[in-house]
């Protein structure tokens, strides 16, 4: 498909305007269609002056800074050098004017820009057409449009920095949503492959021995599959379930997963007790957190028994996790930083400890109505 030929930059903030401002070009011929200055010649010269004037006024809209005040000199000097002839020349000044004043965004500048084409005017008045006809129009209009100039260019600068701004603020809104996914999918996947792993390893030592035992885990593990995938989806989405009703099902699964790594589970408190104080959102994050940490113990913490704790006193309520295993060291991964950036970002303290007697990691929130939570060092 072939270019479509424009007289002026396909810009919204421009639109249909500069057509429009075309109109005024028709006073450089009231003089002689009112018939105050009658011959062919006046009208040959406003001609030839309009067509020398038409393509610089179109050229100013595609450049910038020196070269946009550069065009409106010229279109100063054509009605110049139209005065002598046609009163109505004047009107070239105040287009010449206002693209002067739209030549910086910065106000002192433009407002010396404006006064070269004040100073032309002048000096066309004195010389060339020293009339009461020509002078006035032509000092009001650039009076008039130069600052307008001035401001359409601050205002031009504006719009272009809040474009700006709104890509920047979207492209980190995407960036947000790409951590949360991941963070989402680290935690997810993390804790059932390692269930996988787990079980997998069982199928393998069973089926010599236990054919039938080997079987049944072996499709334990093709649930397990099945419920991460659809896991997945609901992560991408979004996890929203509420009520609780993720907590006892995560629950579910991280019984599974320590059974099959030969960790006793101990269950203090109900996630139904923290019904009441959840939404889908702080649910979601402790539905994910536990399943983080309990993948941590199964993973690393060479531990013989876990418990997971659920805690509502004191107008707040949240989760703890903790272990009799050998402790926690070395550097947070991206799973313990992702579950911190989850819990501060809704207003929740992560606390991490750990010692001789194992890990304790736990996650509260303040009841609705209470004041803020600061952070504290885990």
Not at 121 to 146: C, D, H, Q
Not at 158 to 185: F, H, N, S
Not at 188 to 195: F, K
């Amino acid at each position: 498909m072939g270019r479509t030929l424009r007289l002026v930059p396909d810009d919204p903030g421009i639109g249909w305007i500069p057509h429009a401002w075309l109109l005024y070009v028709g006073f450089v011929f009231l003089t002689p269609i009112l018939g105050e200055m009658e011959g062919a010649r006046i009208w040959w010269a406003s001609a030839i002056a309009t067509a020398l004037f038409l393509p610089l006024y179109f050229a100013a809209y595609w450049v910038e800074g020196r070269r946009r005040l550069g065009l409106a000199v010229l279109m100063a000097l054509v009605g110049s050098a139209l005065a002598p002839v046609n009163p109505g020349a004047s009107t070239f000044f105040a287009y010449a004017a206002y693209f002067a004043g739209f030549s910086h965004d910065q106000p002192r500048r433009a407002s010396v820009a404006v006064g070269v084409i004040f100073g032309l005017a002048l000096l066309t008045g004195l010389v060339a057409n020293p009339t009461v006809f020509f002078v006035a129009p032509a000092l009001l209009g650039i009076i008039v449009l130069g600052p307008l100039g001035t401001h359409f260019a601050v205002r031009q600068l504006q719009t272009a920095e809040l474009r700006m701004a709104r890509a920047e603020v979207e492209g980190l809104a995407r960036i947000a949503e790409r951590d949360r996914i991941a963070g989402d999918l680290h935690d997810l996947l993390g804790h059932t492959l390692s269930v996988i792993i787990l079980k997998s390893e069982l199928v393998q030592a069973l089926a010599p021995k236990d054919p039938e035992r080997a079987r049944a885990e072996a499709g334990e593990i093709h649930d397990i599959a099945r419920q991460a995938l659809a896991e997945v989806r609901t992560a991408v989405q979004g996890y929203r379930i509420g009520g609780g009703g993720g907590l006892r099902h995560e629950l579910d699964g991280i019984e599974r997963a320590l059974e099959a790594g030969g960790i006793a589970l101990t269950l203090e408190g109900r996630p139904e007790a923290l019904a009441s104080h959840l939404d889908a959102a702080h649910e979601g994050v402790l539905a994910l957190a536990i399943r983080e940490a309990v993948t941590n113990v199964i993973r690393h913490a060479r531990a013989s028994r876990c418990w997971v704790s659920f805690l509502s006193e004191g107008g707040r309520y949240g989760v703890e996790v903790r272990d009799d295993g050998r402790g926690f060291s070395g550097s947070r991964g991206h799973g313990l930083r992702g579950m911190r950036s989850r819990v501060e970002s809704l207003g929740g303290v992560m606390a991490l400890g750990s010692g001789d007697g194992g890990t304790r990691l736990s996650l509260s929130f303040a009841d609705a109505g209470d004041a803020p939570l600061r952070e504290v060092s885990a």
